[in-house]
């Protein structure tokens, strides 16, 4: 039974390592001659978890003790992708002008809480869970400003909107787990049921990205009110001028 179980695991952590390549693939299909600025930093984002995959899978093969800075860094990495995207993402207003507020004072609690107060803890699972905090809350104020403010009534048909729903879905979903890592450490029964769950929380976060590979870029919202007719469609509207 164990032998099946430890099978399982190295399965979905292989499928996890492909999967992590998968919206590389799709960039290069879809968006490679795209030029955005969310785009970019979704690629960069992209190509780092590429790096960050490949540099935890040789140093935990050497059992570097050490690791969990790795770990440290990653989280730091991955909430300033994110609030780069955000900050591009956004209309121009003061939630927008926080942002680098946001993302400067997390990194200084972050780099603060680990080497003041969490010394010594493998899992620094209170950061993570300020992390996810934050990062939800910006996705749910970006998909408010759009069903505000935006004049287009297919924003899910948008490259910004299924990157927000891919963190928001991926945060939302572990964000219970990382906060419960510490306090469960002991429990081998925890520790496989966190790999099943992070890791296909994962593979459903490289799924989702590479949805929206496959969707048109959109610019940041406006503060300007909608019009009395939405704008379905810029297509529809070139087809009736020229008809």
């Known amino acids: 039974m164990e032998q099946n179980v430890t099978a399982i695991l190295k399965t979905l952590y292989y499928t996890h390592l492909l999967f992590t390549t998968l919206p590389l693939v799709f960039f290069l299909l879809f968006k490679q001659n795209s030029k955005q600025g969310t785009l970019k930093v979704i690629l960069v984002y992209i190509l780092y978890c590429i790096a960050n995959e490949g540099m935890s899978f040789y140093l935990q093969s050497i059992e570097w003790p050490n690791i969990i800075y790795l770990f440290l860094l990653f989280t730091i990495v991955e909430y300033s992708f994110f609030c780069l995207f955000i900050y591009f993402a956004l209309p121009k207003n003061i939630i927008r002008k926080l942002v680098p507020l946001i993302w400067a004072a997390f990194l ?29 809350l910006l996705c749910i104020y970006y998909l408010f400003t759009q069903l505000m403010h935006s004049t287009n009534l297919l924003i ?33 029964s925890f520790q496989q049921q966190y790999f099943i769950i992070n890791i296909s929380f994962n593979i459903l976060k490289n799924l989702l990205l590479c949805v929206a590979m496959t969707m048109k870029l959109n610019s940041a919202v406006t503060k300007s009110q909608p019009s009395a007719i939405p704008n379905l469609d810029d297509d529809i509207f070139t087809y009736k001028k020229n008809n």
């Open 108 to 136: 200084a609690f972050a780099i603060i809480n680990k080497f003041f107060y969490s010394r010594g803890q493998e899992w620094d699972s209170f950061t993570s869970g300020i992390e996810s905090i934050i990062i939800i």
């Open 156 to 188: 899910y048909s948008t490259f910004n909107f299924w990157v927000v729903i891919t963190f928001l879905i991926y945060f939302a979903g572990t964000f219970f787990l990382y906060i419960m890592t510490e306090s469960m450490r002991e429990s081998e």
